[in-house]
Antibody
Framework: QIQLVQSGPELKKPGESVKISCKAS????????MHWVKQAPGKGLKWMGW????????TYADDFKGRFVFSLEASASTANLQISNLKNEDTATYFC?????????????WGQGTLVTVSS | IMLTQSPATLSVTPGESISLSCRAS??????LHWYQQKPNESPRVLIK???QSISGIPSRFSGSGSGTDFTLNINRVEPEDFSVYYC?????????FGSGTKLEIK
């Protein structure tokens, strides 16, 4: 069965960086895209972008260009999200999500979420 | 593409049948998907492509619509259905979600 397992919660100070991982299992990692979704406390879901797990090419939504980097460790079936120069408004739960089908952009599989708290 | 969900909150009694609305700012064909999110859990897909069922999802959940107007129906709400529902479009980039409808117990 397909599973996405994310790294644990993080507590960071403003200006620091954080790297979140999402390890996939149950399928060939390079078959399906990996997307990232942000959910601020008490708020809705916001799509951040996606990474082509076959080519490694990332695509970012406008609000996530600059400080956000999607990367892969394909040999470890892992996708990563790195956020630099953290701000208070980056406090959120970050989800990785996969369509589980080639070329589709809805999300059949989700990680459990990683809470990033930014506080001085 | 903006997705507007209504109502923001819906208070119902278990056993009632309900409809949740999602309206797109421009036509998205049937590229609209519905998710359920319970507190402190990841979202779960309920319906894909406006009306297609998902394996393992109870049959009381159904979807309809095309173009700009979409509906998620829950036939006879069960206690475990009280949560937040989101729609999401995959017609064009960037992918977008609606702001959600919270289904609460009356």
């Amino acid at each position: 069965q397909i599973q996405l397992v994310q790294s644990g919660p993080e507590l960071k100070k403003p200006g620091e960086s954080v790297k979140i991982s999402c390890k996939a299992s149950g399928y060939t990692f390079t078959d399906y895209a990996m997307h990232w979704v942000k959910q601020a406390p008490g708020k809705g879901l916001k799509w951040m972008g996606w990474i082509n797990t076959y080519t490694g090419k990332p695509t970012y939504a406008d609000d996530f260009k600059g400080r956000f980097v999607f990367s892969l460790e394909a040999s470890a079936s892992t996708a990563n999200l790195q956020i630099s120069n953290l701000k208070n408004e980056d406090t959120a739960t970050y989800f990785c999500a996969s369509p589980g089908q080639l070329g589709r952009h809805w999300f059949a599989y989700w990680g459990q979420g990683t809470l990033v708290t930014v506080s001085s | 593409i903006m997705l507007t969900q209504s109502p923001a909150t819906l208070s119902v009694t278990p056993g009632e049948s309900i409809s949740l609305s999602c309206r797109a700012s421009q036509s998205i064909s049937t590229n609209l998907h519905w998710y359920q999110q319970k507190p402190n859990e990841s979202p779960r897909v309920l319906i894909k492509y406006a009306s297609q069922s998902i394996s393992g999802i109870p049959s009381r959940f159904s979807g309809s619509g095309s173009g700009t107007d979409f509906t998620l129906n829950i036939n006879r709400v069960e206690p475990e259905d009280f949560s937040v529902y989101y729609c999401q479009q995959s017609n064009s980039w960037p992918l977008t979600f609606g702001s959600g409808t919270k289904l609460e117990i009356k």
